[in-house]
């Protein structure tokens, strides 16, 4: 922990990098700090000499906390943070220098955009690219520079970021539900909005054996490794005694992320050996994913300090866990209400319903969105294993919820000790516990007492994607219901009516048993769910009609920008499994084979030497022929491997049929390769063995 806090509270310096509300409030004159506080509870515009009065203020406080250069902070579709930093100096003519930050600097930027992903949307001469700050989520100072939180758009004005869509969806939602809040008899509501609490799970390992690695610097998980005599089984790690150096760590990394504003307040161990988790309050979603971007990078950062890395790969590990990042999702009104929350009278429970069944209405009618939400090549090896959910996406409500939407459905009592009744004619919930069910691991959507849980998204990703399709969503079947709702005569007859129709129609998509059994697979086909096993499955779903109309009617994207983000996608896909097998490559000629060839010699010399009449049994001989054996496959698997990568400009005809060669046929041969290679280390001498093996980066931190 640094000088600077190790003798104060929590309190005394949480946010202190941060130019807060109250820091505005302490620097701004009355008049432009509720013209800031206006722009960033209602949308509204910020007017140029009010930029001016800002950038100057958070430039003056900026460089007493130590900054020299300014950056315009935005999220690319790399799916990691980019910026360029500019010095705050100005020449005076005279060979001096001003520190100067003007409010057109603060408002807009314009980096070189030529290099970023852009899906087709332009040439790669076309650089201009610009980003326009966003005051809804604070700038701050780190290494010497203030950060200034931005969107990130083409010349042509096409969206190029992650940050834009997300404030779009938000927009989207608080509109929509604003709606159905003035259908309730709500006038004092005037701004809803989504919040986000993403769960962050990690590997930690010894930096000095992560060094050895090849694969796990390339590619940020292991190609190669066959299990430890140990693995999870014992489930001892799980919630246990943080080891010392970890615990060291952690409390750097709260600090750290204190300083920033970051809400950081849970940590412990995770299932696997060497995985832990770190989760946070939740927050409005545009901040908690930059909140998000700032933590795995800060993780990694810290981590280096106390010789360890930072592993956010969803499985670096085969054999172990993997990790994902559990995007705790809710909407609450600036009037003080949770809409997710029963509420205690039956009013409260009637408006509960119409959200919950808006809700059950999206993930069912846009269930390959979420899906598409949670898609990568690293994710693929998690989804469907016991840390993770199927690549099915249903819903769990559990039981009370489930009873009371049977009852709904069917006009019948619930069955409950409640004098409370609708007049729909079923019980009203007035006390529904937070916890009135057991949590579901397995399911990809599940309803956790005020929140849903969505389990699907994979560490390394960016939440910005699957908050995106959220609140679009659910503002699209928002937007449904109050449409019907808002013409209708007798509002308490239109709403039974819909919340009936809602059920009978959508109730497919709620599962409130085991997601791993093979019965679920075989029962979620039936019910005609989508089993989109592959990211490569996935992604060209994005293109459907109705996503493409949805998104467009709220402005979210359009069509030539979901295009283009389905053709990045799709090449990320392909470049990954490509960088990977080059990698197993690699090593595998350059390590794992001469490394093979050096022990058979060894034990073949052994055989050579011994005096025994017959050599046929003898116990070095068999080795000798095995050691001969499965290097012979081994050299076998990487000529293959390397055919099949050099085939792949065959099928460079489309983004998607190269993604689908990678993966039917790059990635197969790679798996091949990578089972005799862990053969091998079961049988090579670990003198000879040139990589550190699991039982080194797993059990030595």
């Not at 866990?321 to 009278?345: A, V, Y």
Request: with cysteine.
């Amino acid at each position: 922990m640094s000088d600077q806090v190790q003798n104060q509270t929590v309190a005394d310096y949480f946010g202190c990098n941060v130019f807060s509300d109250t820091v505005m409030r302490d620097r701004l004159p009355k008049n432009v700090y509720k013209s800031v506080m206006k722009t960033k509870k209602f949308g509204v515009p910020l007017e140029s000499d009010v930029a001016d009065v800002v950038a100057n203020a958070m430039k003056d406080w900026a460089i007493e906390k130590g900054a020299t250069h300014y950056t315009h902070w935005f999220h690319p579709m790399t799916g990691v943070t980019a910026e360029k930093h500019d010095a705050f100096i100005t020449p005076t003519g005279d060979g001096h220098v001003i520190l100067e930050f003007s409010g057109k600097e603060l408002v807009k930027g314009e980096p070189d955009a030529s290099s970023f992903p852009s899906g087709g949307l332009r040439a790669t001469f076309e650089a201009r690219g610009y980003t326009a700050w966003d005051p809804t989520s604070n700038a701050f100072v780190k290494d010497d520079s203030l950060y200034i939180p931005t969107a990130f758009c083409s010349y042509t004005g096409e969206i190029l970021d992650k940050k834009t869509p997300l404030l779009r969806s938000m927009e989207a939602v608080n509109e929509q539900a604003l709606r159905i809040l003035r259908l309730f008899g709500n006038d004092k509501a005037t701004r809803v909005s989504t919040t986000v609490g993403p769960e962050q799970e990690y590997f930690l390992v010894d930096k000095k054996y992560y060094d050895q690695r090849k694969d796990l610097i390339l590619t940020g998980r292991t190609l190669f490794g066959a299990m430890p005599p140990k693995g999870q089984e014992l489930e001892d790690h799980y919630f246990g005694n943080i080891k010392q150096r970890v615990s060291d760590y952690m409390k750097d990394l709260d600090s750290e992320l204190w300083k920033l504003g970051i809400y950081a307040k849970t940590k412990h161990n995770e299932v696997a050996p060497a995985q832990h988790e770190l989760a946070p309050v939740f927050t409005t979603s545009n901040i908690a994913s930059d909140h998000n971007q700032l933590t795995m990078e800060i993780m990694k950062k810290v981590a280096l300090k106390h010789g360890l890395v930072c592993l956010l790969h969803e499985k670096p590990f085969a054999g172990v866990n993997g990790s994902g990042k559990h995007n705790n999702w809710s909407i609450s009104s600036n009037d003080g209400q949770n809409l997710l929350d029963p509420g205690k009278t039956p009013q409260d429970n009637m408006q509960f319903l119409t959200f919950l069944c808006a809700i059950i209405k999206g993930v069912h009618e846009y269930a390959p969105l979420l899906r598409i939400s949670a898609a990568s090549a690293g994710n693929d090896h998690r989804l469907g294993a016991n840390e993770a959910p199927p690549a099915v996406v249903s819903m769990f409500i559990g039981e009370e919820l489930q009873s009371v939407l049977d009852a709904i459905e069917n006009g019948t009592a619930v069955e409950k000790n409640s004098s409370n009744v609708f007049e729909i004619g079923v019980d009203a919930l007035p006390n529904f516990p937070k916890d009135a069910t057991d949590r579901n691991r397995t399911s990809p959507f599940a309803f956790t007492g005020n929140k849903f849980e969505f389990r699907m998204l994979g560490s390394a990703d960016s939440i910005s994607c699957t908050n995106v399709m959220m609140n679009t969503i659910v503002a699209q079947e928002l937007c449904e219901f109050a449409d019907e709702l808002e013409k209708a005569d007798n509002f308490k007859k239109a709403l039974k009516n819909l919340l009936v129709k809602t059920i009978k129609e959508h109730k497919a998509i709620i599962f409130n048993g085991n997601g791993y059994s093979d019965e679920w697979l075989e029962e979620a086909a039936r019910r005609g769910l989508p089993n989109l096993v592959s990211t490569v499955d996935a992604l060209p779903h994005y293109l459907d009609e109705k996503n493409v109309a949805m998104f467009e009617k709220f402005k979210v994207y359009t069509k030539t920008e979901i295009a283009s983000r389905t053709e990045i996608l799709l090449e990320n896909y392909s470049k990954v499994i490509n960088i990977e097998a080059l990698t197993m490559l690699d090593m595998s000629k350059k390590l794992i084979l001469p490394a093979a060839i050096e022990y058979t010699k060894e034990i073949s010399d052994a055989v050579a030497s011994k005096k025994a009449i017959d050599l046929d049994t003898a116990v070095e001989t068999k080795i000798a022929e095995k050691l001969s054996c499965l290097t012979a496959s081994l050299y076998e698997a990487i000529n293959t491997l390397d055919e099949k990568r050099i085939n792949s400009k065959n099928h460079e005809d489309s983004a998607e049929t190269l993604a689908r060669y990678y993966r039917d046929e790059v990635f197969s041969s790679m798996q091949s390769l990578r089972a005799i290679a862990d053969e091998l280390e079961m049988t090579v001498s670990s003198k000879v063995w040139p990589i550190p093996t699991y039982s080194e980066l797993l059990y030595t931190v």
